[in-house]
C-alpha cells in the first residue's frame, strides 16, 4: 500500500510533455500483478496527465485573459470600434446591437483573443465596458447635435433664426418655438433652392472660419482698438472694447464686416477679449515707466530724490513724506516759463 502511494506520487510530479506507453511488449509485469490490472492503472494514469494538460493550458489561457481585461488600451480600442461602427447605423442602438458589435469586433479585429473567450468571459467583458460605451455614444450625440445646430445657425443667419443655446430657461425655450421666425425656418428645413446660396452661405462660413484662425488678423485689431481707445481712456470699460472692436472691423476690414453676425462678432470678441485687457496693461506700464522717467529728469536729484517701485513699503512711505517730493508734486501744474506748466513739459516728452 506504502508503494502504491509513493508511485502515485511520483507520477502526479511528471512534467506535463511525458508520455507513458500502453505496449504490452515494453511491459514488464510484477509477480503477482494480473495484466488487466495493469491497463487500467496506464489509462488512469494517461487520463490524469491529460487533465494536468488540460488544466495548465487552461490557466494560461485565464492568465492571458485576465491581463487583457485589465488592459485600458484593449477596452478603449474596443469601445472606440464599437461605437464607430454602430453610429454609422443607428445613434440610439438598443443593448443587443451593441453586444452584437462587440462580439463582431472583438472575432474580426482580435482573432487570437476571440478563440480564449467562452461566452461566460465575454458576457463579463461586455458588462465591464457596457457604461463607457453608452458614455461615448451619448458624447457623439451630443457633438453631432451641437455640429447640426451651428450649422443651421450658420445657413439661416440671425435675421432668419434668433439664436438661443441650451442653456436658457424653459420660458425662454417655449418663447423660441413659437417665434415665427422660428417656424419659418422649419419648414424650410426640406425646401428646395438656389445652390448658389447654399455655395455663397457655405463660402461665407469657411472664410468666417480662416479668419477666425488668422493670428495676424487678430493682432492687427488688438493693435487698433488698443491704439484707439488708449487715447481717450487708459482704463477703458467692456462695453467701450466691445464697442471699439466692432468699429474696427467695419470701418478697416467692411468685407468682413459683412459676411459677421452678432453671434459671430461675439465669438471674436470673446477670443481676443484677453489680448485686448493684456496689451493695454503692457501699454499703462510702459507709459508710466516713460512719465516717471521724465519727472525724474526735469526736477533733477537735489528737487526729487530716486526710488524704485522695487524698494521696500517703508522706504516707499518714507520717500512720500520727504519734503523734496511734496513740494515737486505741488509744482506739477505750476506755470513757471513761457505759461508753460512742468506737468505739459513732462507729457511733451513722453
Same mark, same amino acid.
Given at each position: 500500500?506504502?508503494?502504491?502511494?509513493?508511485?502515485?506520487?511520483?507520477? &502526479?510530479?511528471?512534467? &506535463?510533455?511525458?508520455?507513458?506507453?500502453?505496449?504490452?511488449?515494453?511491459?514488464?509485469?510484477?509477480?503477482?500483478?494480473?495484466?488487466? /490490472?495493469?491497463?487500467?492503472?496506464?489509462?488512469?494514469?494517461?487520463?490524469?496527465?491529460?487533465? /494536468?494538460?488540460?488544466?495548465?493550458?487552461?490557466?494560461?489561457?485565464?492568465?492571458?485573459?485576465?491581463?487583457?481585461?485589465?488592459?485600458?488600451?484593449?477596452?478603449?480600442?474596443?469601445?472606440?470600434?464599437?461605437?464607430?461602427?454602430?453610429?454609422?447605423?443607428?445613434?440610439?442602438?438598443?443593448?443587443?446591437?451593441?453586444?452584437?458589435?462587440?462580439?463582431?469586433?472583438?472575432?474580426?479585429?482580435?482573432?487570437?483573443?476571440?478563440?480564449?473567450?467562452?461566452?461566460?468571459?465575454?458576457?463579463?467583458?461586455?458588462?465591464?465596458?457596457?457604461?463607457?460605451?453608452?458614455?461615448?455614444?451619448?458624447?457623439?450625440?451630443?457633438?453631432?447635435?451641437? /455640429?447640426?445646430?451651428?450649422?443651421?445657425?450658420?445657413?439661416?443667419?440671425?435675421?432668419?433664426?434668433?439664436?438661443?443655446?441650451?442653456?436658457?430657461?424653459?420660458?425662454?425655450?417655449?418663447?423660441?418655438?413659437?417665434? /415665427?421666425?422660428?417656424?419659418?425656418?422649419?419648414?424650410?428645413?426640406?425646401?428646395?433652392?438656389?445652390?448658389?446660396?447654399?455655395?455663397?452661405?457655405?463660402?461665407?462660413?469657411?472664410?468666417?472660419?480662416?479668419?477666425?484662425?488668422?493670428?495676424?488678423?487678430?493682432?492687427?485689431?488688438?493693435?487698433? @482698438?488698443?491704439?484707439?481707445?488708449?487715447?481717450?481712456?487708459?482704463?477703458?470699460?467692456?462695453?467701450?472694447?466691445?464697442?471699439?472692436?466692432?468699429? @474696427?472691423?467695419?470701418?478697416?476690414?467692411?468685407?468682413?464686416?459683412?459676411?459677421?453676425?452678432?453671434?459671430?462678432?461675439?465669438?471674436?470678441?470673446?477670443?481676443?477679449?484677453?489680448?485686448?485687457?493684456?496689451?493695454?496693461?503692457?501699454?499703462?506700464?510702459?507709459?508710466?515707466?516713460?512719465?516717471?522717467?521724465?519727472?525724474?529728469?526735469?526736477?533733477?536729484?537735489?528737487?526729487?530724490?530716486?526710488?524704485?517701485?522695487?524698494?521696500?513699503?517703508?522706504?516707499?512711505?518714507?520717500?512720500?513724506?520727504?519734503?523734496?517730493?511734496?513740494?515737486?508734486?505741488?509744482?506739477?501744474?505750476?506755470?513757471?516759463?513761457?505759461?508753460?506748466?512742468?506737468?505739459?513739459?513732462?507729457?511733451?516728452?513722453?
Amino acid at each position: 500500500m506504502r508503494n502504491r502511494s509513493i508511485f502515485a506520487f511520483a507520477i &502526479a510530479g511528471l512534467p &506535463a510533455f511525458i508520455t507513458l506507453s500502453t505496449s504490452n511488449t515494453s511491459r514488464r509485469t510484477r509477480p503477482g500483478t494480473e495484466p488487466h /490490472q495493469i491497463d487500467s492503472l496506464d489509462k488512469k494514469i494517461y487520463s490524469f496527465l491529460k487533465e /494536468q494538460i488540460d488544466i495548465k493550458k487552461r490557466l494560461k489561457n485565464i492568465e492571458l485573459l485576465s491581463e487583457i481585461n485589465n488592459d485600458p488600451d484593449f477596452s478603449k480600442d474596443v469601445i472606440t470600434r464599437v461605437t464607430t461602427n454602430v453610429f454609422k447605423v443607428n445613434i440610439f442602438p438598443s443593448k443587443k446591437n451593441l453586444k452584437e458589435e462587440t462580439e463582431s469586433v472583438i472575432r474580426k479585429n482580435f482573432p487570437d483573443i476571440y478563440e480564449l473567450m467562452d461566452s461566460q468571459y465575454y458576457l463579463s467583458l461586455f458588462k465591464k465596458i457596457k457604461t463607457k460605451l453608452l458614455e461615448k455614444l451619448c458624447k457623439m450625440r451630443g457633438e453631432i447635435a451641437s /455640429q447640426i445646430k451651428s450649422a443651421i445657425f450658420e445657413i439661416f443667419g440671425e435675421s432668419q433664426l434668433p439664436r438661443i443655446d441650451f442653456q436658457s430657461s424653459l420660458a425662454k425655450i417655449n418663447s423660441w418655438k413659437s417665434d /415665427q421666425r422660428v417656424k419659418d425656418a422649419y419648414r424650410k428645413l426640406f425646401e428646395v433652392f438656389s445652390d448658389n446660396y447654399i455655395k455663397k452661405r457655405l463660402k461665407n462660413i469657411e472664410l468666417l472660419s480662416e479668419i477666425n484662425n488668422d493670428p495676424d488678423f487678430s493682432k492687427d485689431v488688438i493693435t487698433r @482698438v488698443t491704439t484707439n481707445v488708449f487715447k481717450v481712456n487708459i482704463f477703458p470699460s467692456k462695453k467701450n472694447l466691445k464697442e471699439e472692436t466692432e468699429s @474696427v472691423i467695419r470701418k478697416n476690414f467692411p468685407d468682413i464686416y459683412e459676411l459677421m453676425d452678432s453671434q459671430y462678432y461675439l465669438s471674436l470678441f470673446k477670443k481676443i477679449k484677453t489680448k485686448l485687457l493684456e496689451k493695454l496693461c503692457k501699454m499703462r506700464g510702459e507709459i508710466a515707466s516713460q512719465i516717471k522717467s521724465a519727472i525724474f529728469e526735469i526736477f533733477g536729484e537735489s528737487q526729487l530724490p530716486r526710488i524704485d517701485f522695487q524698494s521696500s513699503l517703508a522706504k516707499i512711505n518714507s520717500w512720500k513724506s520727504d519734503q523734496r517730493v511734496k513740494d515737486a508734486y505741488r509744482k506739477l501744474f505750476e506755470v513757471f516759463s513761457d505759461n508753460c506748466t512742468y506737468m505739459e513739459i513732462i507729457l511733451d516728452r513722453i
